[in-house]
């Protein structure tokens, strides 16, 4: 291969092009077609929809601009240090200097979808420039292909740099931080606005935008000739810049040590309890979150984002999450946690070579998860409810709080079990210790699955709790303690059951079933809606539908972001329940067309 690819300075990008594409071609199978599909035509939407505000808005393009931006920064972080198709280990042992290689490997990464969508976005720069004249259409023009080789260079560098410098718990802890903050300042950052609302704000805020990368388009076309063309200078240094950076961390990690995890302090090591059963599975596993470094970053978000949603809305002096903080908490840590085995790689085939030892693996991944995720979880609750002075909120926490653990601990191990996402074992791992190997897009999904399945496990508690507020205490025990062993129960037993068989996943990847129908089979207009139902139904559901209804049940007037509470009293529960009742459609939806496409194609057979 190597003298494929080093004959002359242009052959190294025309070939890692090629692969790039390849690699994208033959994955498009299945649910990873519709899934691209989707992405493709969402992103798209928000690309014209940028396009719209140049036009309409031109006020609010850069904070726009920032947006995406922030898409490059903030995105390869949320799905375990990027997707590197093209990893630089692949290419140490070529004869090429650092610098060609990272040339190649920058080529290759705008051979995909994302950069395209990109793209169509920043074409309204020169919608933009339109305004000042041919002269602002031609700066925007130039601006939009510097902006966008600037936010692909500088996601790039980021993930370099989080490949190379996360190499302790300290370290993995601070990026979960950083991750948890970023969601959360995506999801309720309009809190923080709001609370530094005014004309200096506005000034320091619009000043800022165009200071960020992707405002310097902005900039250049609203100046004069002369500045102009000294911030496209200007951006062409820092790409040059970039470039050079990026080049010496993919120089250092490829000649560094991979490893996904913190190894074990030198000396004596320290023997397992002198026990067995479930308290020394828990004892492993606790030693397994103590040093993977993927685990550590991942409840570090789940726990920053928990503390960090409920701060930003006590800005605008609305205080009615700070209670629930440790229930947040817990339903982030058990997305986080849902891949348990697939995390391991095949380490699995040690508990199925120990006769009887799946009900005590079972258990005691969840005792461990119980003592990593409640203590923290308990105290976040307990001193969110004192600082807030809701006093209304502690039958609410005390009962969904044992509810919501014992779903938790429940619901993961059972979709370890059942909806396992194959991953690279923690021992051989590349050269990014943030990425399990694992299908990222799987592995979302799976998280979003966990984010409804938990809630819904302390349905019956919330219920419960709205008849009668202390009785929900001991409803929301009792239905932890069910959850817990009922679901963990049916884990065990579907281990010792298809134990080979999950073996065979990890260790060979799903295997292809031709004449079993998927997502992938229905026509592409059904394909994006379920895939685009899956995605965004909870948000009319719950957020939009069953938490208004539980706020006007309770007589909470605030109506923070809510639309129902919003709007007059006669039109706010005809709005609940026509969200509720999108919501359930979606899903609906969602169910329904595949189970109709299976039930077409069963009968179709049989004829």
Request: glycine share 10%; charged share 10%; net charge positive.
């Given at each position: 291969?190597?003298?494929?690819?080093?004959?002359?300075?242009?052959?190294?990008?025309?070939?890692?092009?090629?692969?790039?594409?390849?690699?994208?071609?033959?994955?498009?199978?299945?649910?990873?077609?519709?899934?691209?599909?989707?992405?493709?035509?969402?992103?798209?939407?928000?690309?014209?929809?940028?396009?719209?505000?140049?036009?309409?808005?031109?006020?609010?393009?850069?904070?726009?601009?920032?947006?995406?931006?922030?898409?490059?920064?903030?995105?390869?972080?949320?799905?375990?240090?990027?997707?590197?198709?093209?990893?630089?280990?692949?290419?140490?042992?070529?004869?090429?200097?650092?610098?060609?290689?990272?040339?190649?490997?920058?080529?290759?990464?705008?051979?995909?979808?994302?950069?395209?969508?990109?793209?169509?976005?920043?074409?309204?720069?020169?919608?933009?420039?339109?305004?000042?004249?041919?002269?602002?259409?031609?700066?925007?023009?130039?601006?939009?292909?510097?902006?966008?080789?600037?936010?692909?260079?500088?996601?790039?560098?980021?993930?370099?740099?989080?490949?190379?410098?996360?190499?302790?718990?300290?370290?993995?802890?601070?990026?979960?931080?950083?991750?948890?903050?970023?969601?959360?300042?995506?999801?309720?950052?309009?809190?923080?606005?709001?609370?530094?609302?005014?004309?200096?704000?506005?000034?320091?805020?619009?000043?800022?935008?165009r200071a960020l990368p992707s405002g310097w388009g902005v900039a250049a076309v609203e100046a004069s000739w002369p500045l102009a063309l000294a911030i496209l200078a200007g951006n062409a240094g820092v790409i040059a810049l970039l470039l050079a950076v990026w080049s010496a961390l993919l120089s250092r990690r490829v000649v560094s040590a991979?490893?996904?995890?913190?190894?074990?302090?030198?000396?004596?090591?320290?023997?397992?309890?002198?026990?067995?059963?479930?308290?020394?599975?828990?004892?492993?596993?606790?030693?397994?979150?103590?040093?993977?470094?993927?685990?550590?970053?991942?409840?570090?978000?789940?726990?920053?984002?928990?503390?960090?949603?409920?701060?930003?809305?006590?800005?605008?002096?609305?205080?009615?999450?700070?209670?629930?903080?440790?229930?947040?908490?817990?339903?982030?840590?058990?997305?986080?946690?849902?891949?348990?085995?697939?995390?391991?790689?095949?380490?699995?085939?040690?508990?199925?070579?120990?006769?009887?030892?799946?009900?005590?693996?079972?258990?005691?991944?969840?005792?461990?998860?119980?003592?990593?995720?409640?203590?923290?979880?308990?105290?976040?609750?307990?001193?969110?409810?004192?600082?807030?002075?809701?006093?209304?909120?502690?039958?609410?926490?005390?009962?969904?709080?044992?509810?919501?653990?014992?779903?938790?601990?429940?619901?993961?191990?059972?979709?370890?079990?059942?909806?396992?996402?194959?991953?690279?074992?923690?021992?051989?791992?590349?050269?990014?210790?943030?990425?399990?190997?694992?299908?990222?897009?799987?592995?979302?999904?799976?998280?979003?699955?966990?984010?409804?399945?938990?809630?819904?496990?302390?349905?019956?508690?919330?219920?419960?709790?709205?008849?009668?507020?202390?009785?929900?205490?001991?409803?929301?025990?009792?239905?932890?303690?069910?959850?817990?062993?009922?679901?963990?129960?049916?884990?065990?037993?579907?281990?010792?059951?298809?134990?080979?068989?999950?073996?065979?996943?990890?260790?060979?990847?799903?295997?292809?079933?031709?004449?079993?129908?998927?997502?992938?089979?229905?026509?592409?207009?059904?394909?994006?809606?379920?895939?685009?139902?899956?995605?965004?139904?909870?948000?009319?559901?719950?957020?939009?539908?069953?938490?208004?209804?539980?706020?006007?049940?309770?007589?909470?007037?605030?109506?923070?972001?809510?639309?129902?509470?919003?709007?007059?009293?006669?039109?706010?529960?005809?709005?609940?329940?026509?969200?509720?009742?999108?919501?359930?459609?979606?899903?609906?939806?969602?169910?329904?067309?595949?189970?109709?496409?299976?039930?077409?194609?069963?009968?179709?057979?049989?004829?």
């Amino acid at each position: 291969m190597a003298h494929l690819v080093t004959p002359g300075p242009a052959a190294l990008p025309q070939h890692m092009v090629r692969m790039r594409l390849a690699l994208m071609r033959n994955s498009l199978r299945g649910d990873n077609a519709a899934n691209l599909y989707t992405g493709v035509s969402l992103g798209l939407i928000l690309a014209f929809g940028t396009i719209a505000v140049a036009v309409l808005w031109p006020a609010y393009l850069p904070i726009t601009l920032a947006a995406w931006l922030s898409g490059w920064i903030f995105g390869p972080i949320f799905i375990g240090g990027g997707n590197e198709a093209l990893r630089p280990e692949y290419f140490s042992m070529l004869p090429a200097t650092p610098g060609r290689i990272a040339m190649a490997l920058l080529a290759g990464a705008f051979a995909g979808p994302a950069p395209v969508v990109n793209l169509v976005a920043l074409l309204s720069l020169p919608v933009y420039g339109w305004r000042f004249g041919p002269a602002g259409v031609l700066i925007g023009l130039v601006a939009a292909v510097a902006t966008l080789v600037t936010m692909v260079m500088v996601s790039r560098v980021i993930v370099a740099l989080i490949g190379l410098f996360v190499r302790s718990r300290a370290t993995a802890a601070a990026v979960g931080i950083l991750t948890g903050t970023a969601i959360g300042l995506c999801s309720n950052g309009w809190a923080l606005l709001v609370a530094l609302g005014g004309s200096d704000t506005a000034v320091w805020s619009e000043v800022l935008v165009r200071a960020l990368p992707s405002g310097w388009g902005v900039a250049a076309v609203e100046a004069s000739w002369p500045l102009a063309l000294a911030i496209l200078a200007g951006n062409a240094g820092v790409i040059a810049l970039l470039l050079a950076v990026w080049s010496a961390l993919l120089s250092r990690r490829v000649v560094s040590a991979a490893r996904g995890g913190v190894p074990p302090r030198r000396g004596t090591p320290r023997p397992f309890p002198a026990t067995s059963g479930a308290r020394v599975a828990a004892a492993k596993e606790l030693r397994a979150w103590w040093r993977d470094l993927v685990r550590i970053q991942l409840l570090a978000t789940a726990f920053a984002y928990a503390v960090v949603t409920p701060l930003l809305l006590v800005t605008i002096d609305v205080w009615v999450m700070f209670p629930f903080a440790g229930l947040i908490a817990i339903v982030m840590a058990a997305a986080s946690s849902a891949n348990l085995y697939g995390a391991d790689g095949t380490a699995l085939w040690l508990t199925l070579m120990t006769p009887g030892a799946e009900r005590a693996d079972v258990r005691g991944r969840q005792l461990a998860w119980f003592l990593i995720v409640g203590p923290a979880a308990v105290a976040l609750s307990l001193a969110g409810t004192f600082v807030s002075g809701e006093t209304w909120a502690w039958p609410w926490v005390l009962g969904l709080l044992p509810a919501l653990l014992g779903g938790g601990a429940g619901v993961i191990v059972l979709l370890a079990v059942t909806s396992l996402v194959p991953g690279t074992d923690p021992h051989k791992r590349g050269g990014n210790p943030l990425s399990t190997g694992a299908d990222e897009t799987a592995e979302t999904s799976l998280a979003w699955l966990v984010l409804v399945a938990v809630p819904a496990t302390a349905l019956p508690t919330a219920g419960a709790i709205l008849l009668d507020p202390w009785a929900g205490i001991a409803t929301g025990v009792l239905t932890g303690v069910l959850c817990a062993w009922g679901f963990g129960r049916i884990a065990y037993r579907r281990l010792e059951s298809h134990g080979i068989e999950l073996l065979n996943l990890m260790k060979h990847g799903p295997a292809p079933k031709a004449d079993k129908p998927t997502t992938a089979d229905l026509p592409i207009p059904h394909r994006i809606g379920v895939t685009i139902c899956w995605t965004i139904a909870w948000l009319p559901l719950f957020p939009q539908g069953l938490v208004p209804m539980v706020m006007k049940i309770v007589g909470i007037q605030d109506p923070v972001w809510f639309l129902a509470l919003h709007l007059p009293p006669i039109w706010q529960w005809p709005t609940i329940i026509f969200m509720i009742a999108l919501g359930l459609l979606m899903y609906g939806y969602a169910v329904l067309i595949p189970m109709r496409l299976s039930s077409s194609s069963s009968a179709s057979a049989t004829r």
